[in-house]
């Protein structure tokens, strides 16, 4: 299926900037890895960044989530200067991530799992002078959460039981859990089989025209389906950037990907 087929790409064509860089620039002991890079990101679409390997996306990707500090240029979001903000403060701006490697809490059950952030945007905590009886009021959030990301059937599974596929349907909903503005994948395809990636980027497709998405992703097939705007990068730099269909028939990108 097409991306304005699962995502709208023509009804948001014209939607604002909510992330933008400027001249991004990072080096690692000489060797410039991601270089005067320009990004703008649209508001409720999905952006993917492509790219070979050791083009810099994981490199970009960590800039933009303040991971790593630019040596030049400047990163804003919603129209701030965010280029030296920590993480956390990014976050709590409505900015949040994933990483390559899945990341629950593998003790607690899945429902514990999503718990734990909406705890946190509802400021309650499990203290001891207080009645867990308080956290009760999440159940529904936790509940809709469950169904959303076919997940019901786990819900008082331990996560660190839950077969690899199921653990990234956990950490979407824990991320969209946050109510964030802008999330940003790392590969969240990585280590999928087949049956897998399609019930993943289901789950990504269904937040589309919600959620601002940027996404890093090696599967094409996937930035294909979902993508809105992609953005090729080669040896650091942008190579390409506009629709699937385009930056495909590139020959810039052909030659980037598979050689003369």
Known sequence: MSAAGIS???DRAGAEPILRARGLTRSFAGFTAVKSVDLSVRRNTIHSVIGPNGAG?????NLLTRFLEPDAGQIFYQGADITRIDPAQLARQGVVRSFQISAVFPHLTVAQNICVPLQRLARKQRIFWRSTAC??????QIDALLRRFGLSEWAHAPAGELPYGRKRALELATTFALDPALVLLDEPMAGLGIEDVNRVADLIADQAGEKTIVMVEHNLKVVERLSDTVTVLCRGEILAEGRYAEVAADTRVLDAYIGH
């Open 8 to 10: 709208g790409v023509g």
């Open 57 to 61: 996306k994981s490199t970009l990707f």
């Open 135 to 140: 956290l009760g009021e999440l159940d529904d």
